[in-house]
């Protein structure tokens, strides 16, 4: 009879971190923005079908990297659990915290239970506040750990080298335009030399506090983005 | 919590089936009450009417239980998503409640399938809420609701009706709902023309309305001393939105002043 190898649990949860990240790595980044109005999502996917930005609930919107079935599960089902609470409740009663919680409880277990793979999947969820130092950006990852997100940030991809670009571009109380150029150009810092990413590349939503609907999310079209950046 | 189970199964894009696979109990049709049937609030009387480019729903404000005002200022006319509303007559919470479920099931819908759902989609999903409740219905909890919605396919307004076993019916030109709905649509009748502007075909509905109020002791007329006049919303290329009561109080002051010299309301040409 043999032995079965020991692994150690350090070792088990590196390999499944370095499995997770590796995925991860693997695609194109979405960032997201403070900006005057709310709160800015630009993502680089030329495709017009597959969305790595959504639409949760009134005043939350949801961006992604990583495994596309993975994440668009995870989407469906905060949409799902949005829409409940605010059924059962009010609407008042879905919040951005509530959502990012359920999204880590589940990444958490998921990526600690032997018998799943852990998703390779990165998320963004933001909350429209009242006011602007009410807005909530929290940043998950494939374990399951959640964090705050003071003005921008990007995952997925070269986070590495687009991150640092964007926060330095960034400054308080940008305009909508703005907010997406510089998006935009810290998305296309992954290589050298940079690559300017066309409008038609990218995908942008924002919520907006100034839409008069309850329903804060907005696209805006390839030609606005266009418009932006040119 | 964690998502498991329902949340992250793959299922339909209805959140009624989520709701029947997740938690049946949430759902209107999951209350069948036992025994005799109670008193309970009654909204009254709905109607609608297309025009050149839209369409119009107007409610009068009254709930009744029994021979009892239960409610003066019931609100009976809800926007179901931005290009459609419902009209609801019958027991005042059930119809509140498949009202709601209905809002969240098109939204839902439109979320999950990023697109919106054809106005014959819309109206079949509202026939299968009204469908579920058929076991409260024979309680004598019927709910019976009038589906407005601006078909942007089409650019026409489109009017649907339906019974409490969910058979859908759709109304070219007008229609109503509720107890004083035979006194309003014989008024509708008369009133009624194929070439209506908006602001006609609002004025039409509010003569509807009152002619309802005239002869159906359940319906509610413009309550003058309290300033409670009908809730109208309309349908158009623009989306829905709901009449301002200052926009809805100067239609009704013209309706009620004209009434003053002539109580039947305006009359038709004989032939």
């Known amino acids: 009879?043999?032995?079965?190898?020991?692994?150690?649990?350090?070792?088990?949860?590196?390999?499944?971190?370095?499995?997770?990240?590796?995925?991860?790595?693997?695609?194109?980044?979405?960032?997201?923005?403070k900006y005057a109005d709310g709160v800015l999502f630009v993502a680089e996917n030329p495709s017009r079908g597959l969305h790595k930005i959504s639409e949760i609930y009134d005043r939350i919107g949801f961006a992604a990297v990583g495994r596309y079935n993975e994440f668009e599960n995870l989407r469906i089902?905060?949409?799902?659990?949005?829409?409940?609470?605010?059924?059962?409740?009010?609407?008042?009663?879905?919040?951005?915290?509530?959502?990012?919680?359920?999204?880590?409880?589940?990444?958490?277990?998921?990526?600690?239970?032997?018998?799943?793979?852990?998703?390779?999947?990165?998320?963004?969820?933001?909350?429209?506040?009242?006011?602007p130092a009410?807005?909530?950006?929290?940043?998950?990852?494939?374990?399951?750990?959640?964090?705050?997100?003071?003005?921008?940030?990007?995952?997925?991809?070269?986070?590495?080298?687009?991150?640092?670009?964007?926060?330095?571009?960034?400054?308080?109380?940008?305009?909508?335009a703005s907010a997406i150029r510089i998006a935009a150009t810290s998305l296309g810092a992954d290589i050298e030399p940079k690559r300017t990413i066309s409008a038609a590349d990218l995908e942008v939503a924002v919520l907006d506090r100034n839409r008069t609907q309850p329903r804060k999310f907005r696209r805006i079209s390839a030609a606005d983005v266009a418009a932006a950046l040119a | 919590m964690r998502l498991d189970g329902a949340f992250l199964s793959v299922g339909s894009s209805?959140?009624?089936?989520?709701?029947?696979?997740?938690?049946?109990?949430?759902?209107?049709?999951?209350?069948?009450?036992?025994?005799?049937?109670?008193?309970?609030?009654?909204?009254?009387?709905?109607?609608?009417?297309?025009?050149?480019?839209?369409?119009?729903?107007?409610?009068?404000?009254?709930?009744?239980?029994?021979?009892?005002?239960a409610q003066r200022d019931i609100q009976k006319v809800f926007p179901a998503d931005e290009f459609s509303c419902v009209g609801i007559a019958g027991?005042?919470?059930?119809?509140?409640?498949?009202?709601?479920?209905?809002?969240?099931?098109?939204?839902?819908?439109?979320?999950?399938?990023?697109?919106?759902?054809?106005?014959?989609?819309?109206?079949?999903?509202?026939?299968?809420?009204?469908?579920?409740n058929l076991g409260m219905a024979m309680q004598g909890l019927a709910v019976v609701p009038l589906f407005a919605a601006?078909?942007?396919?089409?650019?026409?307004?489109?009017?649907?009706?339906f019974d409490v076993t969910?058979?859908?019916?759709?109304?070219?030109?007008?229609?109503?709902?509720g107890s004083g709905s035979t006194f309003a649509r014989g008024s509708l009748k008369k009133l009624y023309r194929h070439d209506m502007t908006e602001a006609e075909a609002v004025t039409a509905v509010i003569q509807a309305l009152y002619d309802a109020a005239d002869d159906d002791t359940a319906t509610g007329g413009p309550d003058l001393a309290r300033r409670i006049?009908?809730?109208?919303?309309?349908?158009?290329?623009?989306?829905?939105?709901?009449?301002?009561?200052?926009?809805?109080?100067?239609?009704?002051?013209?309706?009620?002043?004209?009434?003053?010299?002539?109580?039947?309301?305006?009359?038709?040409p004989l032939t």
């Open chain 1, 77 to 131: 089902a905060g949409v799902r659990l949005a829409d409940m609470r605010g059924y059962s409740y009010d609407r008042k009663d879905v919040t951005g915290r509530g959502l990012a919680n359920a999204y880590a409880q589940t990444l958490g277990s998921i990526f600690s239970s032997g018998g799943e793979k852990p998703f390779e999947v990165e998320l963004f969820v933001a909350e429209l506040g009242e006011d």
């Open chain 1, 134 to 176: 009410d807005d909530q950006i929290y940043r998950l990852t494939y374990d399951g750990s959640v964090a705050d997100v003071e003005t921008c940030g990007v995952m997925g991809g070269s986070s590495d080298k687009t991150e640092p670009e964007l926060t330095n571009a960034y400054t308080a109380g940008l305009d909508l």
């Open chain 2, 166 to 177: 969910g058979n859908k019916n759709e109304e070219r030109s007008f229609h109503s709902v």
């Open chain 2, 91 to 132: 027991t005042a919470g059930i119809a509140v409640e498949i009202t709601r479920l209905f809002q969240v099931e098109l939204e839902h819908y439109e979320k999950i399938e990023r697109t919106v759902l054809s106005t014959d989609g819309k109206a079949n999903r509202l026939a299968a809420l009204i469908r579920a």
């Open chain 1, 1 to 33: 009879m043999t032995a079965p190898f020991y692994v150690s649990p350090e070792q088990l949860m590196k390999d499944r971190a370095d499995y997770a990240r590796k995925g991860i790595a693997r695609g194109r980044s979405v960032a997201v923005v």
């Open chain 2, 14 to 69: 209805s959140f009624v089936d989520f709701l029947a696979t997740h938690d049946p109990t949430l759902l209107p049709s999951a209350k069948v009450p036992e025994g005799a049937a109670i008193e309970t609030t009654h909204g009254t009387t709905i109607v609608a009417a297309t025009f050149d480019g839209g369409v119009v729903m107007a409610g009068d404000r009254r709930a009744t239980m029994g021979n009892v005002i």
């Open chain 2, 229 to 268: 006049f009908p809730l109208v919303s309309v349908i158009t290329s623009e989306g829905y939105r709901a009449y301002t009561p200052a926009e809805t109080e100067s239609i009704a002051n013209v309706v009620v002043a004209a009434r003053m010299s002539q109580p039947n309301g305006p009359a038709a």
């Open chain 2, 150 to 161: 601006f078909d942007p396919s089409s650019g026409v307004g489109r009017i649907f009706a």
